[in-house]
């Protein structure tokens, strides 16, 4: 599975919109890209993936380039209890069992 | 549904003792994984089974078994302590596609583990 590359950290008041990038530039062309949450001492939470188009659901928007070699995952109004760590992941899918690979992701502060 | 349930949430071991962590899940998911997450790292795979039955290693399986005689319960079993298993792992289920995991893996909330 290709290698993500993400900022260790990022600050966003809130209510303002949080767009945290993602670089992917050896991703395939069967590769998705998904992004996953911890909240503070909880498991990861899945957010939303992507192959090569836009999409959006009730938790975020995935922008991710023509070329597919980066990604921004957007959160439109963030709150306080959006503070976490955010993993961008690039596998296959379905993926081979053992490659739901977590790097050390964004840590995303949101302030009053 | 409850989702995944892990137990206990913490535990405290001496080295060289054996305890096992259970890990329940009430979706019928076929796909069952076991991670570990050590400060300032992401989470490493651990071992993961694709039904009941089958098991197979992740990144680190060394020190730690595992069975899955249900689709329900996956333990994890650590056969003798040591202090670099000291960790929070968490256990994840999902459906899956072709014997392979899909894109959503629902996460239980963790053990907390130290090794002394």
């Known amino acids: 599975d290709a290698k993500t590359t993400q900022p260790p950290s990022m600050d966003c008041a809130e209510g303002r919109a949080a767009n945290l990038p993602c670089n992917h530039s050896?991703?395939?062309?069967?590769?998705?890209v998904y992004w996953y949450r911890q909240i503070h001492s909880q498991g990861p939470q899945y957010i939303i993936h992507?192959?090569?188009n836009n999409e959006t659901n009730e938790m975020a928007s995935l922008i991710i380039t023509e070329d597919r070699k980066s990604s921004t995952l957007i959160l439109p109004h963030a709150t306080l209890r959006d503070t976490a760590v955010y993993y961008c992941?690039?596998?296959?899918?379905?993926?081979?069992?053992?490659?739901?690979?977590f790097g050390t992701g964004t840590r995303l502060q949101v302030t009053l | 549904n409850a989702g995944v349930t892990q137990t206990p949430k913490f535990q405290v071991l001496k080295t060289g003792q054996s305890m096992t962590l259970q890990c329940a899940q009430d979706?019928?998911?076929?796909?069952m994984s076991w991670y570990r997450q050590d400060p300032g790292m992401g989470l490493r795979l651990i071992h993961y089974?694709?039904?009941?039955?089958?098991?197979d290693q992740g990144e680190v399986p060394n020190g730690y078994n595992v069975s899955r005689s249900t689709t329900e319960d996956f333990p994890l079993r650590l056969l003798s302590a040591a202090p670099s298993q000291t960790s929070v792992y968490f256990c994840?289920?999902?459906?899956?596609?072709?014997?392979?995991?899909?894109?959503?893996?629902?996460f239980g909330p963790g053990t907390r583990l130290t090794v002394l």
């Open positions: 994840a289920s999902s459906y899956t596609i072709a014997g392979a995991s899909t894109d959503t893996q629902y």
């Open positions: 089974s694709v039904g009941a039955g089958i098991t």
């Open positions: 979706m019928n998911h076929e796909y």
């Open positions: 992507g192959l090569k």
């Open positions: 050896t991703i395939s062309g069967n590769e998705y």
């Open positions: 992941i690039v596998r296959v899918r379905p993926g081979t069992a053992s490659k739901l690979t």
